[in-house]
């Protein structure tokens, strides 16, 4: 199957685009429920398929595609659970808990509330690999009038009013019951998200003193000014409230950014590099080392080799970390950009119960956030965008020769003191290039030759 076809509806992490422009439409969100009903029935060797889990996130475009899913599910005899606004690993957790054949969760996590997405869960809570996925896009272009159920065998909805309960035990599950929380102070930066009920209320469970920030949705803030890719106001809130520890999550709180008592922002490397070191001395660690991407900074494996301990790297996405780790049989790994998979507890990532092993890190320790979770030096690294016309004359910018020349002589450049990464985004026509080297300068010269090379193939848009 060509490149064309395979970016036509899924990328990275299921579908996502602007709401109510294709492919994020509610006909295409009703093909996909009917198009994932028929590609799951069929790899269960024609048994039936009983019953399907819709969560979501409070962006305003939530309800259209909530209900054009659950259209295409009933239509196709399945029964549907609705839960409301939950984070995307309570969707992963619930699709086993409650024996669900497949798991929904509507939602562009950390993208502006205009945006929408549609993931996809199996059985299992993992999410589709990608060859299901293509199954399904195959599927949504066919005719999908024969996965209609007969009248007599349409399928039901119902909403689960204590989904958000079942996900918080769940998540206290992760943390031994005879050890609180007591004495930390925590701001709790929930993004106007998923997470804004249930992240404040496990916190203060554990008896936490809680200061809560971005709690207030109202369909059109999610990610607006707060949250993992905007920690702003959660830096501010930590100095001024002389907080111990800051967490912010993104809109569907699948990821994880912490601040410090000083007000410095720990990455998802510094995070992954404190959890799983602290698993290695407990001896807890499997698979000798961690799971990161290609985004992870060169310090993480430093440190890792140092330890003795490997570190795998993936391409971008949360479920490409997760193939990996079960591949090898690690037991942690994620990304850069906050993302936790923590494979005791969860099968996806999972900002909340990475930020409860965070404080559970903290107070076995002793240590204050900025001497627990600062363990390496980053190497200066730098990251540049370049966005692309799809329908031009040069819609595939990475196959022109001078491009390919430029990475080279950048590679050359850089040679075994740095690191050169030039790829295709998978959610938007945008070609990230990325380097990292113990040379800031030769870092900054690669990236503005190798954009500039691209921008004069391309067009930048």
């Keep these: 199957m060509n490149e064309i076809m395979k970016r036509k509806y899924f990328g990275t992490d299921g579908i996502r685009g602007k709401a109510n422009v294709a492919p994020m439409t509610a006909d295409v969100a009703l093909k996909v429920a009917m198009a994932a009903a028929s590609v799951l029935r069929a790899?269960?060797?024609?048994?039936?398929?009983?019953?399907?889990?819709?969560?979501?996130?409070?962006?305003?475009?939530?309800?259209?595609?909530?209900?054009?899913?659950?259209?295409?599910?009933?239509?196709?005899?399945?029964?549907?659970?609705?839960?409301?606004?939950?984070?995307?690993?309570?969707?992963?957790?619930l699709t086993r808990s409650l024996r669900c054949d497949a798991g929904v969760m509507i939602s562009a996590s950390h993208n502006p509330f205009f945006d929408n997405g549609i993931k996809l869960f199996g059985s299992d809570g993992f999410k589709l690999a990608d060859d299901i996925e293509l199954k399904i896009e195959a599927k949504m272009d066919q005719d999908l009038s024969a996965e209609l159920a007969d009248p007599t065998h349409l399928g039901k909805a119902k909403r689960i009013d204590d989904a958000l309960g079942r996900y918080g035990e769940y998540i206290k599950g992760s943390f031994p019951k005879r050890k609180s929380f007591a004495g930390l102070k925590?701001?709790?930066?929930?993004?106007?998200?998923?997470?804004?009920?249930?992240?404040?209320?496990?916190?203060?469970?554990?008896?936490?003193?809680?200061?809560?920030?971005?709690?207030?949705?109202?369909?059109?803030?999610?990610?607006?000014?707060?949250?993992?890719?905007?920690?702003?106001?959660?830096?501010?809130a930590v100095l001024e409230h002389g907080a111990d520890i800051g967490i912010a999550l993104d809109g569907d709180a699948d990821r994880l950014i912490v601040v410090d008592e000083k007000g410095?922002?720990?990455?998802?490397?510094?995070?992954?590099?404190?959890?799983?070191?602290?698993?290695?001395?407990?001896?807890?660690l499997r698979g000798g080392g961690l799971v990161a991407t290609v985004m992870s900074n060169l310090g993480l494996e430093r440190l890792m080799t140092e330890k003795?301990?490997?570190?795998?790297?993936?391409?971008?996405?949360?479920?490409?970390?997760?193939?990996e780790m079960r591949a090898g049989g690690y037991n942690i790994g994620g990304e850069q950009?906050?993302?936790?998979?923590?494979?005791?507890?969860?099968?996806?990532g999972d900002g909340l119960l990475a930020a409860l092993q965070v404080l559970s890190l903290m107070k076995e320790q002793g240590k204050p956030a900025s001497e627990a979770l600062h363990l390496f030096t980053p190497v200066p690294q730098l990251l540049r965008n370049v966005r692309f016309d799809p329908r031009g004359a040069k819609a595939k910018p990475l196959d022109d020769a001078g491009v390919q020349d430029a990475i080279a002589q950048a590679e050359q450049t850089l040679s075994n003191d740095g690191r050169i990464l030039v790829r295709a985004s998978g959610t938007e026509p945008v070609i990230r290039v990325m380097a990292e080297g113990d040379d800031l300068g030769a870092v900054?010269?690669?990236?503005?030759?190798?954009?500039?090379?691209?921008e004069k193939t391309a067009g930048a848009a």
């Design 43 to 93: 790899n269960r060797d024609g048994a039936q398929m009983d019953r399907v889990i819709i969560g979501k996130d409070p962006r305003l475009s939530g309800y259209m595609f909530e209900e054009a899913m659950c259209a295409g599910f009933v239509a196709t005899g399945m029964d549907v659970f609705l839960t409301g606004p939950i984070p995307t690993p309570g969707i992963s957790f």
């Design 186 to 236: 925590v701001v709790i930066d929930c993004a106007h998200g998923a997470a804004y009920k249930i992240a404040p209320q496990v916190l203060w469970e554990l008896e936490c003193e809680v200061i809560a920030i971005g709690v207030d949705p109202n369909g059109r803030n999610i990610n607006d000014g707060y949250g993992a890719t905007a920690p702003q106001n959660l830096q501010k």
């Design 444 to 454: 900054e010269k690669v990236v503005g030759d190798i954009c500039s090379v691209i």
């Design 337 to 348: 950009s906050g993302h936790v998979v923590l494979s005791d507890y969860s099968r996806t």
């Design 308 to 323: 003795g301990l490997n570190l795998v790297r993936s391409q971008v996405g949360d479920r490409y970390v997760v193939e």
């Design 264 to 284: 410095e922002i720990v990455d998802g490397d510094q995070i992954m590099a404190a959890l799983a070191l602290a698993m290695h001395d407990a001896g807890t």
